[in-house]
């Protein structure tokens, strides 16, 4: 089995690619309660033989991912007797670890807890880094901490039930993570993009790749202040696609596409050449299909992107790209100018109505 040391702000620990369903089993069996996606009970809650009394199922969607549900999670521990001492076992995606790490992190002041990610977008890129993300009333990923899991296992078996707009999702932000990581991550990943549909290897070793690379930032800044911040790229205009269609697009596809203004920005304000820009539209293209063009408000747009966390006053902070494979946070002024190059972007490449 295939090992990572992750790091954190304080001691690293483990994550495994695991090839049989054996260590997720005698977790299951040790812990004092699971915390798991609905559908991947449905689908693997026979495989896994969780008994009744340990299991709490979360009905997936973006719009429970609250503060109250992190709290109901907590008052079905306390109902099921979880102690301080005893262990809990996250099963799913993003936002069942957002909602884990959360509640984890507050009941009893913290308990251990094992991560088993199921699908590509979580076990590529976010089921590392230790972070929280809340939503709060409109705002987006407003609240949350630091709280890594004990152990993390990456079971590649999971990938196969996932819907094809889930795996494009999962590639978004593998995207961004080859995207800043150099020139040659570039070139790899231009070489894998076209390929790993019909090759499950591919998909394994691009997460492997992609948690590597993550990795290599959190070992220099664990608790995002510095280089970290990178891990954002795509994230301001993604976030501000998600609120103004409201989250009528999976997250990694917003990020694809947020990406891709990012870049565009990048051109107008002449940090990137064309030629640059034409090969990563090329690349981030092959990830998208019609169906991701959702009809939105762009004043909308522009105000979710008013409150993204990286701004200061009266300034838009972005993640753009400086050159291939380099990334930088820089500031814009929150002006006439600056949104209507953003506007451009999506008069120009976007095919659905933007009012
Ligand atoms: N904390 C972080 O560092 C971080 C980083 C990136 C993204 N996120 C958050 O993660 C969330 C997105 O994560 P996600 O894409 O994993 O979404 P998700 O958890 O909503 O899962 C997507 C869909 O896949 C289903 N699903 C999960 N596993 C499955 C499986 N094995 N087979 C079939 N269906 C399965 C879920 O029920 C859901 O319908 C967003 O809320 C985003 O903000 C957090
Ligand atoms: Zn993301």
């Known amino acids: 089995m295939n090992e990572l040391k992750i790091f954190s702000d304080s001691a690293t ?22 915390i798991i996606d609905d559908k991947v009970f449905g689908l693997y809650g026979e495989i896994l033989n969780i008994q009744d009394k340990k299991i709490i199922k979360i009905k997936v969607s973006e719009d429970i991912k609250t503060p109250q549900t992190a709290l109901d999670i907590c008052e079905e521990m306390v109902l099921a007797g979880v102690t301080r001492d005893a262990f809990i076992v996250a099963i ?54 630091f709280y890594t899991p004990k152990r993390i296992y990456i079971q590649s078996q999971f990938l196969e039930t996932l819907t094809d707009d889930d795996i494009r999702s999962g590639i ?76 009528g697009i999976p997250h990694g596809i917003a990020v694809t596409i947020g990406l891709d203004v990012a870049n565009y920005f990048a051109l107008k304000q002449g940090l990137i050449e064309h030629h640059l820009f034409d090969r990563l539209h090329s690349t981030l293209t092959l990830n998208l299909i019609d169906s991701d063009f959702v009809d939105f408000n762009f004043n909308e747009f522009i105000r979710a992107l008013e409150k993204d966390k990286k701004n200061k006053q009266g300034f838009y902070g972005l993640i753009v790209p400086v050159s291939q ?30 009012e």
């Open 325 to 354: 494979g380099e990334v930088e946070l820089k500031f814009f002024e929150m002006n006439q100018i600056n949104n209507s190059m953003i506007r451009e972007y999506f008069t120009k490449y976007y095919s659905a109505n933007v």
């Open 172 to 247: 978004g932000e593998i995207l961004k993570v080859f995207m800043l990581s150099g020139q040659e991550s570039l070139e790899r990943l231009i070489e894998q993009m076209n390929c790993y549909q019909n090759d499950s290897r591919v998909l394994e070793s691009l997460i492997f790749e992609s948690l590597k690379l993550k990795n290599n930032i959190l070992e220099v800044d664990a608790l995002d202040n510095g280089l970290r911040l990178k891990m954002n790229y795509g994230h301001s205009f993604g976030h501000a696609l998600e609120a103004a269609t409201h989250f």
């Open 13 to 34: 620990y483990d994550l495994f690619f695991s090839s049989n369903w054996d260590e997720i089993r005698t977790d299951i069996d040790r812990c004092a309660a699971v």
């Open 92 to 145: 799913g995606g993003g936002v069942v670890q957002d909602l884990v790490t959360f509640a984890a992190s507050i009941y009893m002041r913290g308990i251990d807890w094992v991560l088993y990610p199921t699908t590509l977008l979580s076990q590529a890129d976010s089921c590392i880094g230790g972070k929280s993300s809340i939503n709060f009333k409109s705002w987006k990923n407003i609240l949350g901490n």
